[in-house]
């Protein structure tokens, strides 16, 4: 009587026969119908459970191997520190890796932060400031690569009169935009910290993102900004600003210091290695692709319009800020701005073990 599956071991069998007999016989009591019913039911259980057991592994083996299942989506702003994203995105790299990316728009850095934090998405290219401020407030964040060097340019009205930072100090009480905790203020406050000024000495104004800064500007409402490319470009060709200083300065944050970074959730980061190895191998692709072919770059960055500006302007624009995925040389300037979030209490302290360029260098290193 082929009751039994051919793949159940001998001694289930053997024992499930033994309790479908005593059913049979030693239920007087029992309609025997019932009692084949009963044992009917047993066996099915058991079955699935087989079933479950046999099949469990096929899943394991898929969450061991350390990938993500399903889309991918990228919380980004729009700046030319995204080049690296917004490439790989255009040549199609992320395809070619196997991976689901969809990119995602998010208004400011902090709502970024609160996106990643709460799982709507799974990377954001960000201000590395809001990482180690969501970090330091209880967010498990990690920054897994850079993005974009330098870029961050202050810029004052031609009505001002100065051509330096230094001047500053015969220009007190001037209005300046900003916006907290981001790169942009940052660094801004690292260039007065070095020509001996302070906050009290301006009128800060501060905005929730960088396009209402852009439009204050124009719109001269404010005396000063600092700014991200492609806008600064805009602002000074367009609206005659004038650029007294940038990140870049030896002074303020130095050569290869970064703004955008590449950030992840701690868990996914943990629990999905190989991703994250996949999707930094075709961000350092896009990042090399640019550096080698920059006019190529810039043409299909402009026919897929990330960026809000005319193509004249991202070609100057672009040079100003070259993308730095390798951001193991960027880590110095970043422990000075986060000394500086320190001093003006925005955290308690520096955040241990928010960078974590392991997966980098081991992409980096081709192992």
Request: proline share 4%.
């Amino acid at each position: 009587m082929a009751i039994f599956s051919d793949g159940m071991p001998n001694a289930l069998k053997n024992d499930l026969a033994y309790r479908c007999v005593y059913i049979q016989n030693s239920s007087t009591n029992m309609n025997r119908k019932i009692a084949l019913i009963v044992a009917a039911i047993v066996l099915a259980a058991l079955g699935f459970a087989i079933y479950k057991k046999e099949a469990a592994p096929a899943g394991n083996a898929t969450a061991a191997a350390g990938e993500f299942q399903g889309q991918l989506k990228v919380g980004h702003l729009v700046g030319v520190c995204m080049s690296p994203l917004f490439l790989a995105d255009a040549k199609g790299y992320f395809k070619d890796e196997g991976l689901d990316v969809k990119l995602e728009w998010i208004k400011s850095p902090s709502d970024q932060t609160t996106a990643l934090s709460g799982g709507a998405v799974q990377f954001i290219h960000n201000p590395f400031t809001n990482t180690f401020q969501a970090d330091a407030n209880g967010s498990n964040l990690k920054i897994i690569a850079g993005s974009g060097e330098g870029g961050l340019v202050c810029i004052v009205q031609p009505s001002v009169g100065i051509t330096s930072l230094a001047e500053l100090k015969n220009k007190k009480g001037l209005k300046v935009g900003s916006q907290r905790v981001n790169t942009l203020e940052m660094a801004f406050y690292r260039m007065l910290e070095a020509n001996g000024l302070s906050y009290s000495d301006f009128q800060m104004v501060y905005f929730p993102d960088h396009f209402s800064m852009l439009a204050a500007f124009q719109n001269k409402d404010v005396d000063l900004v600092t700014h991200v490319e492609p806008y600064a470009t805009m602002l000074i060709q367009k609206n005659g600003g004038i650029p007294i200083g940038t990140s870049l300065d030896a002074d303020v944050w130095g050569k290869g210091s970064p703004d955008c970074v590449i950030s992840v959730n701690g868990d996914f980061l943990t629990k999905y290695p190989v991703t994250v190895e996949k999707y930094l191998r075709a961000v350092l692709k896009a990042d090399a692709f640019i550096k080698a072919h920059k006019e190529e770059a810039i043409t299909l960055l402009d026919e897929k319009k990330y960026y809000k500006v005319d193509k004249a302007t991202l070609t100057d624009a672009l040079p100003r800020q070259m993308p730095g995925v390798d951001l193991r040389a960027g880590v110095k300037a970043m422990d000075m701005a986060i000394s500086d979030m320190v001093k003006l209490g925005y955290i308690k302290s520096k955040p241990e073990n928010v960078v974590d360029l392991t997966i980098l260098e081991k992409v980096i290193s081709g192992k």
